[in-house]
């Protein structure tokens, strides 16, 4: 069964400060990839980061980073430098290439950055 | 400009009143694929399409329809809505069969009365 978890349903951040927002992920499928999506309070989906199983570097995309830990099927998002535009939800998401194409999608994270 | 348009965007109905989602996309996408959003449950994937006439079920299919007969279009169907239909829906697409971003509509909150 695919599955992702997210078990932080609110986070609080100081401005500038950093955050890591937890997914964990379980797949049979040996190939797949990880995904980072955030929505802020006006609905819209906004992609943030990918990392692929096989890629063996961590993926970054600005002052988003992934920690990607395969032996542990982590997949958490680092974003450095919290700024107020931050505050959203945020959802991890994984496709798997063996297991039909199907995204599944976690509970998501809500993150509110304090000034 | 590069898009995913849903219409419409709000929608109250009423019970057994059949509905269409529409979906429609503008860059050539292979993949297409329905959401519903529900508070604590994150989105949960209701179909999704590989190409013109490929349509397969997500996770939570029960009480939809879809078709896929263009390859921008991918509208989704309720024959007979019920209340636990009531959610935010939306479409996505995505290049083919690998690990590309999907591009998100701007979503539907229906309500079904």
């Known amino acids: 069964a695919q599955k992702i978890t997210q078990t932080q349903p609110g986070m609080f951040v100081q401005e500038k400060e950093a955050v890591t927002l937890d997914c964990t992920y379980d797949?049979?499928?040996?190939?797949?990839?990880l995904f980072w999506y955030k929505q802020p309070s006006s609905g819209e989906m906004i992609f943030l980061i990918y990392?692929?199983?096989?890629?063996?570097q961590n993926a970054t995309e600005g002052r988003y980073s992934l920690n990607f830990q395969k032996a542990r099927k982590s997949a958490n998002l680092v974003i450095s430098a919290s700024q107020l535009g931050d505050s959203a939800m945020y959802f991890c998401?994984?496709?798997?290439?063996?297991?039909?194409?199907?995204?599944?999608f976690g509970t998501g994270t809500s993150l509110t950055v304090i000034p | 400009e590069a898009q995913v348009t849903q219409n419409p965007r709000y929608l109250i109905t009423v019970t057994g009143k059949k509905l269409t989602v529409t979906c429609s996309q503008n860059?050539?996408?292979?993949?297409m694929s329905w959401y519903r959003q529900d508070p604590g449950l994150g989105l949960r994937q209701i179909y999704y399409?590989?190409?013109?006439?490929?349509?397969d079920k997500g996770d939570v299919p029960e009480g939809y329809k879809v078709s896929r007969k263009e390859k921008r279009n991918f509208p989704l169907i309720l024959e007979s809505p019920s209340p636990n239909q009531t959610s935010l829906y939306f479409c996505?697409?995505?290049?083919?069969?690998?690990?590309?971003?999907?591009?998100f509509g701007p979503g539907t909150r229906l309500t079904v009365l």
């Open positions: 797949t049979s499928d040996p190939s797949y990839g």
């Open positions: 998401a994984m496709r798997g290439m063996n297991t039909g194409n199907q995204f599944y």
């Open positions: 996505a697409s995505s290049y083919g069969a690998s690990y590309n971003e999907q591009f």
């Open positions: 860059m050539n996408h292979e993949y």
């Open positions: 990392q692929g199983s096989y890629d063996q």
């Open positions: 399409s590989m190409n013109v006439e490929v349509t």
